[in-house]
């Protein structure tokens, strides 16, 4: 159990998250019941989502479905961040609508659109876009869907291009399979994104230097029986070992497989990110 004012200070810390030093280890206990979870959750998921336009890229003969939500207002020379939104598995599909979950929907917030005026955009992967196998040692690793991967960098490229992107701040955020597949693509393309948040995802299998090239924030609960924390325990002492000075650790106690309801409840995530450039 950690004392109440070790806790109340890591709470300031990551609450004002441009202060949280790269290469950090942080633990703190989950204060929230599954039922304050699932509640924090809906307050979130009411919000209406008809901001975001429906968006269609097409890559390779096949079409990759997205989202787009765009700053309150575009002002003539200046330039915005991109923000990517990398599905959970609940978001597969065509509908461009099963991707709407915490994540993107906590941009619509009136005071968050104000603060941190960006182009969001929330990708639907028409299959999984990363899938889980096991070592011989029974290590989970994530393997990437190759259209994905290809279709998610491209269209990166293209809205960078077409929108007034400042191109030193393009961001990822992904939880459960879309933090996989944050990366994965990383590791494959690991000059495209400028920071990322990976919220109990899976990395592959070779835990790669390239992953945390550019800033990443981990973050993993460490009850999480779907997506376990050990993967991404591993890759953080990957990342030590190496002297990688560009991630920040973030492991919350008793929490199962969800999205902590700080990172939709708080400004911590733009905080963070909007901090960073290339």
């Known amino acids: 159990m950690i004392k109440k004012g070790l806790f109340f200070l890591i709470g300031i810390l990551l609450l004002d998250g441009c202060k949280i030093p790269h290469s950090a280890y942080t633990l ?57 939104i990398f599905p959970h598995s609940g978001g597969i599909g065509k509908d461009n609508m099963n991707q709407m979950t915490t994540l993107p929907k906590y941009w619509l917030q009136e005071n968050v659109r104000k603060k941190y005026p960006a182009y969001i955009v929330a990708i639907q992967y028409p299959v999984r876009s990363s899938n889980y196998l096991f070592d011989q040692f029974k290590r989970m690793y994530s393997v990437p ?14 809205l960078s291009q077409e929108l007034k992107v400042d191109d030193q701040r393009v961001f990822g955020i992904g939880f459960s399979m879309g933090a996989s597949t ?3 693509l990383l590791t494959r393309y690991p000059d495209l994104l400028t920071a990322s948040v990976s919220i109990s995802g899976i990395p592959d299998k070779d835990f790669s230097e390239k992953v ?41 106690s008793s929490l199962e497989h969800t999205v902590y309801p700080d990172l939709y409840d708080t400004n911590m995530i733009p905080e963070w990110l909007f901090n960073l450039k290339k």
């Not at 890229?57 to 990759?64: G, H, I, V």
């Not at 869907?145 to 293209?158: F, G, H, P, Q």
């Not at 981990?218 to 591993?234: A, F, K, L, Q, W």
């Open 28 to 84: 703190t206990e989950n204060k929230y019941s599954v039922n304050e979870i699932k509640e924090k959750r809906g307050e979130v998921m009411k919000l209406n989502d008809s901001l975001y336009k429906y968006g269609k890229f097409n890559y390779k003969d096949s079409t990759l479905n997205y989202r787009i939500l765009m700053p309150i207002s575009v002002k003539e020379g200046e330039k915005y961040p991109l923000v990517i």
């Open 145 to 158: 869907d190759d259209y994905c991967m290809e279709a998610t960098s491209e269209l990166i490229k293209s």
């Open 182 to 184: 944050l990366y994965n």
């Open 212 to 252: 945390a090239k550019s800033p990443i924030w981990i973050i993993h609960g460490n009850e999480d029986s779907e997506n376990p924390v050990t993967p991404d325990r591993m890759l953080v002492e990957y990342l030590r070992k190496m002297n990688n000075k560009n991630f920040t650790y973030w492991e919350i």
